[in-house]
């Protein structure tokens, strides 16, 4: 079986169709949620073990989103959305690499579906404006007519192509990964791909970080004073 190459509806939840895809995406969510139950159950003044190491984390990425973003209270006000973007995102990536996992039928890397990361960039677009409105009011739609009214057919163009770029880099780095190492399997067992899944673990932890930058840098300029 070839990742991608397989549908099929699981059940329905009334009429909606639950499919192997959001299946894996539960199995994602529920995982990143026992994992930081199990780092903040115990919360210790003085933190070790799982909790040391999800501070670390959220310390990290509170720096890392304020350096980013002009505003220190909007990076402190997204950092929770970015930093689940990038974990949710890291850890379908790496779904892939599980070893037996393209014979499973009907399993398969959410983030080398479309779909799901169409949603992704979608759920971005809707934070990128609501922070511009947050920020700016109504006065945040003067950037699509910025500097002149002729410039809001390409402002328009713009704004349209920040959701599309995250979709299209996203799932088509990870899509044709999985395709590569499916058919380098069939032909070349064990040496070649070995080597490609080696590499597919920084390419996986990248294409989460591009994607996580990329979100983070529309909302600072949604949220800039430029605007």
């Known amino acids: 079986m070839i990742f991608g190459m397989w549908d099929s509806v699981y059940f329905h939840l009334g009429p909606i169709p639950v499919d192997h895809l959001i299946v894996t995406q539960w199995v994602i969510i529920a995982a990143i949620g026992l994992i930081a139950f199990l780092a903040t159950r115990n919360m210790q003044l003085c933190p070790k073990g799982l909790q040391n190491g999800f501070e670390m984390i959220i310390v990290w990425t509170y720096d890392f989103f304020t350096q980013l973003m002009d505003k220190e209270h909007v990076a402190k006000k997204y950092a929770p959305l970015l930093s689940t973007f990038f974990l949710f995102i890291l850890f379908s990536n790496y779904s892939g690499l599980i070893p037996g996992a393209a014979h499973i039928q ?39 007519v910025s500097p002149n009214p002729l410039m809001l057919p390409l402002n328009l163009l713009e704004e349209i192509t920040h959701p599309l770029s ?11 990964e999985e395709m ?8 070349v067992p064990f040496l070649i791909p070995s080597a490609l ?16 930058i ?12 430029g605007h």
Do not use: D, K
């Open 214 to 225: 990329l979100s983070a840098s529309y909302i600072a300029a949604a949220t800039g004073e």
């Open 180 to 187: 590569i190492i499916a058919y380098m399997l069939f032909l």
């Open 166 to 176: 995250l979709t299209v880099r996203l799932f088509g780095n990870i899509f044709g």
């Open 106 to 144: 009907g399993f398969q890397p959410p983030t080398s579906n479309w779909n799901v990361t169409v949603t992704l960039a979608l759920i971005t677009v809707l934070a990128v404006q609501s922070a511009g409105f947050a920020e700016h009011g109504f006065h945040y739609l003067g950037h699509f």
């Open 197 to 212: 899944m080696c590499l597919s673990v920084l390419l996986g932890a990248i294409q989460a970080i591009v994607f996580t």
